[in-house]
């Protein structure tokens, strides 16, 4: 199944909002994961079943939407927050992954 | 705390196969499924297949099918992924990972460090 997110890249200034967007190509429910990576890391767990944080995960990252459109907002930017995150869905094998969005400081 | 710490970087050329570990520590290895991920350079992340860790069931994504392997050694807690005709295009970095649940939450809650597989003439 095919992962669709929106914008490739995303300049934003810290303390501002960001919005990041995913797409399914058919109806996933609510099993959608969403994953920080910053450069030369492993990802690491942010959002499950579309809206539950991952432990330790701050307040400010949140997840919404069901189905086939799903959103993870940061409210205010921290420089630790600049990275690449990718949204994966489990609802259906194989598992797939967007093809990421990158956080970059405007 | 739940580590997933993998082998060191490997150099082979087209055609050979590869062995890559993760040893896992700090959970009942026999209770969770682990995975396998790969990351090509600058791209994303493409899922290549899980075993479990209590009975050694495997299942791959169909663009690895007949040419990785997944295996463990339960009295180490130990995964391992062979990967056999290596093409220039298999250079990426390869992860492992460990599903929070099998059945309810196949997503990735811990993840290795990731291995730099590349694979040159």
């Known amino acids: 199944m095919v992962m669709t997110q929106s914008p490739a890249t995303l300049s934003v200034s810290p303390g501002e909002r960001a919005t990041l967007s995913c797409r399914a190509g058919?109806?996933?429910?609510?099993?959608l994961a969403w994953y920080q990576q910053k450069p030369g890391q492993a990802p690491s767990l942010l959002i499950y079943d579309a809206s539950t944080r991952a432990t330790g995960i701050p307040a400010r990252f949140s997840g919404s939407g069901s189905g086939t459109e799903f959103t993870l907002t940061i409210s205010s930017l921290r420089s630790e927050d600049f990275a690449v995150y990718y949204c994966q869905q489990y609802n259906t094998w194989p598992l797939t992954f967007g093809g990421g969005t990158k956080v970059e400081i405007k | 705390q739940v580590q997933l710490i993998q082998s060191g970087p490997e150099v082979k050329r087209p055609g050979a196969s590869v062995r890559v570990s993760c040893k896992a520590s700090?959970?009942?290895?026999?209770?969770?499924?682990l995975t396998w991920v790969r990351q090509a350079p600058g791209q994303g992340l493409e899922y290549i297949g899980w075993?479990?860790?209590?009975?050694?069931?495997?299942d791959y994504a169909q663009n690895f099918q007949g040419r990785v392997t997944m295996t463990t050694d339960t009295s180490t807690g130990t995964a391992y992924m062979d990967l056999k005709s290596l093409k220039s295009d298999d250079t990426a970095v390869y992860f492992c990972?460990?599903?929070?649940?099998?059945?309810?939450?196949?997503?990735?809650?811990?993840w290795g460090q990731g291995t730099q597989v590349t694979v040159s003439s």
């Open positions: 058919q109806s996933v429910g609510r099993d």
């Open positions: 700090g959970y009942t290895f026999r209770f969770y499924t």
């Open positions: 990972a460990r599903f929070r649940d099998f059945v309810l939450g196949r997503y990735f809650d811990y």
């Open positions: 075993i479990s860790g209590s009975d050694g069931a495997t």
